[in-house]
């Protein structure tokens, strides 16, 4: 009887022990999984983490390469296209600044609530955000540069304009001057000379009752303009002629071809045409 209530004891024992070997079993499935889904989440929080932080290394990098393209230097700035470019360049890296500073400030936000806490990743958003401040004061300055630039250009621009109204006034009053000097000086070295028959000049008015140009009814179309510092010759195609308007003797001479026709020769222009800067000439 004994033996019989051992062994049913010992049975028992067996049997409690068993079931809970498998409630221990089943409790650390459910806590290993649940740490792997901690971890698995905690992977992909870091991922996203580390993914913002390349996004906003990438920003920087692009924000490098479009300041080494700008050059403010005067060859490239006088050059319109140029100077748009460098403004372009410029709208780039603030717009590029801009981004980065939304995305450092979404960094800080998301790695303040995560459970993910690194004191190294922490420091390395505290050196985004001093290189940001840094950029932003550069870019500040280029912006001033770009600004005086524009202005000096402004200034040159209507200062070559202002200049180019100057030189076209000059050139205006220069030509005006020119166009009187010359009017002038034609005025000085113009005489009008006609030849013609008794009758003709008659015809004329040119001639009237023994009188040479005695009104202002004479048909000036009738003779003829020269300047007296180049015509110094006149054919007259007769044999015979007589000046009838009065002109210094020993200024000028009538000289015979080999036809016998006479050519007036004015020897000394000045005193020629001293007393009338008209010539009247009788042929016959």
Known sequence: MKKVVLFSLCAAAVLASCNNAGQNKDALKLQNDSLMIELSNRDA????????????????REINEAENRVDLTGDAIENKSSADKIKEDIRFI?????SNREQIAKLEEQLKNSNYQS??????IKNLTAQLEEKQRQIETLQAELASKNIRIAELDEAVSDLNKNVDQLTA?????????????????????????????????ILNRGDVLKDNEFNKDYFTEIDIRKDKEIKLYSKRATLLTTHP?????LAKDDKGQLTLKITNPNQFWSVSRYLVIQVR
Do not use: C, H
Request: charged share 35%; net charge negative.
């Open 45 to 60: 929080e870091l991922d996203e983490i580390m993914g913002a932080f390349n996004e906003i290394q990438e920003g920087f």
């Open 94 to 98: 603030s717009e590029k600044l801009k």
């Open 119 to 124: 004191a190294q990743l922490k420091k390395a």
């Open 173 to 205: 009053e220069n030509e005006a001057k020119t166009k009187t000097v010359a009017a002038q000086d034609k005025a000085l070295n113009t005489a009008w000379y006609v030849f013609g028959t008794k009758s003709e000049l008659k015809d004329q008015k």
């Open 249 to 253: 003797a020993g200024s000028y001479e």
